[in-house]
C-alpha cells in the first residue's frame, strides 16, 4: 500500500529543552485541577459554588501561564491573547458550549460554525483594517424601482486569491468548506477555494509518546502541481499533537512543492501540538480560538472536548468509514445547499472533473 507514516518521536525531535519545559510547566498546573476534580458535585448549588471557587484561581493560572509562554512565539496565534478584551467573552462562550456534552450534535456544528466566523476575521479581516471596498447589493424591493444597496467589507481579495483548502480527513471536512465558504463571501470574484484531500489517521491503539500516523496516499484526492507556490490552508477543531498537518506538509515538501505559506485554524489547540507544527514546518502559522495546556496518554486534549469528528459527523463503523462524499451526503440538505459550491469543488476532486 502507498502510504508515509510520521512517528511520534521524529515529532518530539524537533522540541527544544525550553519547550519541553514549558510543557512540563503547563502540565504541573494543570495537575492542579487535576488533583481537584474528583472532589467536584455539580449535584448541587452549593457543590457548583465550591467548584466554582476552588477550580477558578488554578484555570486562571493555566491561563497566564499559557499566554506567557505564547508571547515568545510569532507564529502561534490564540484569539483570546490577541484581541481586545471585550471579545474575549464570546469566545469563551463558544468553547463552554462545544466542550459540554450535553450539546447536540447540530448544536455542536453551529457552535463550530460561529467559531470559524471569529477565526476568519482574526486571520483575514483584522489584517486588512480599516482598507475596505464598496459591495453593491441589489435588495428585493423592487418597486418603484429596483434598490440597491452600498457596503464596505474588509478587502481581503490578496490574502485569500491563492488559497488551498487541505482537508484532514473527518472531522476536518466541514471546517475547511466553512472557511472556503467565508473566503468566497469575502472575495470580490465569489473565489470558491480548490481542495485537497488527505487520507490520515492516528493508530489510537497506541499512546501519545508512540503514536503513528499514517497518510494513505492511494484514498486521498489531490493536485501535488495545485499546491506549488500557494497559501495553503489547513482547518480542524482541534490540534492535539500536530502529528497529521506535519505528516502532511512533509510529504508535500518531500515531492517538491514549495508553498507560499501554511496556516493551520483550529478552534481547539494544545500547546504541544501548536509548538510541534511550528518546529517543524518552517513558516507554517497556527491560529486557534482557544488552547488548552495539556494532552493525556492516549494524545486527547484537556480539558479537551472529546472527539470533534465523532461529534460533527457522527461515530463511523471502524470496519466501514464513511468517505468524502458519504459524509457530505450525510450532512443534509440544508448544510450542502448552504455549502453547494464547495460541495461541488470537492465532488470534482474526489470524482474527476469529468466524472
Not at 153 to 175: Q, T
Not at 291 to 308: S, T
Request: overall charge negative.
Amino acid at each position: 500500500m502507498n502510504k508515509v507514516v510520521l512517528h511520534a518521536k521524529d515529532l518530539d525531535g524537533y522540541l527544544s529543552k525550553e519547550d519541553q519545559a514549558s510543557l512540563e510547566g503547563a502540565k504541573r498546573l494543570y495537575d492542579e485541577a487535576m488533583a481537584l476534580f474528583p472532589s467536584i458535585d455539580l449535584e448541587s448549588p452549593r457543590g457548583v459554588a465550591v467548584a466554582k471557587e476552588q477550580l477558578t484561581p488554578v484555570f486562571e493560572r493555566v491561563g497566564r501561564y499559557l499566554k506567557e509562554v505564547v508571547a515568545k512565539e510569532d507564529s502561534i496565534h490564540v484569539y483570546s491573547f490577541e484581541t481586545p478584551q471585550v471579545q474575549h467573552g464570546s469566545a469563551s462562550r463558544l468553547i463552554a458550549k462545544l466542550r459540554s456534552p450535553e450539546t447536540s450534535q447540530s448544536e455542536f456544528l453551529y457552535y463550530v460554525q460561529r467559531a470559524y466566523e471569529l477565526l476568519f476575521a482574526h486571520v483575514y479581516t483584522d489584517k486588512v483594517l480599516p482598507h475596505k471596498r464598496s459591495n453593491v447589493t441589489p435588495t428585493p424591493v423592487n418597486w418603484p424601482i429596483q434598490n440597491y444597496a452600498i457596503h464596505k467589507i474588509p478587502d481581503v481579495d490578496a490574502l485569500i486569491k491563492d488559497s488551498v483548502m487541505c482537508v484532514m480527513l473527518r472531522g476536518a471536512l466541514l471546517p475547511s468548506m466553512i472557511i472556503s465558504k467565508e473566503i468566497q463571501e469575502y472575495s470580490s470574484s465569489s473565489f470558491v477555494t480548490p481542495f485537497a484531500l488527505f487520507k490520515i489517521a492516528r493508530d489510537d491503539s497506541k499512546n501519545e509518546t508512540n503514536m503513528d500516523y499514517v497518510l494513505d496516499l492511494d484514498r486521498s484526492f489531490f493536485d501535488l502541481s495545485q499546491l506549488e507556490g500557494k497559501d495553503l490552508i489547513f482547518a480542524d477543531p482541534m490540534n492535539a499533537t500536530g502529528g497529521s498537518l506535519v505528516t502532511i506538509v512533509k510529504y508535500i515538501e518531500s515531492q517538491g512543492i514549495k508553498p507560499k505559506s501554511i496556516r493551520f485554524i483550529t478552534v481547539i489547540s494544545a500547546l504541544k501540538g501548536a509548538l510541534r507544527v511550528v518546529r517543524a514546518i518552517e513558516g507554517a502559522e497556527v491560529y486557534t480560538l482557544w488552547m488548552d495546556p495539556v494532552l493525556n496518554e492516549k494524545a486527547y486534549i484537556l480539558p479537551g472536548l472529546g472527539d470533534a469528528g465523532d461529534r460533527l459527523n457522527g461515530k463511523d463503523l471502524h470496519t466501514k468509514p464513511r468517505n468524502m462524499i458519504q459524509l457530505m451526503a450525510d450532512y443534509g440538505a440544508t448544510i450542502n445547499d448552504l455549502y453547494r459550491d464547495q460541495v461541488r469543488e470537492i465532488e470534482a476532486t474526489v470524482l474527476g472533473r469529468n466524472g
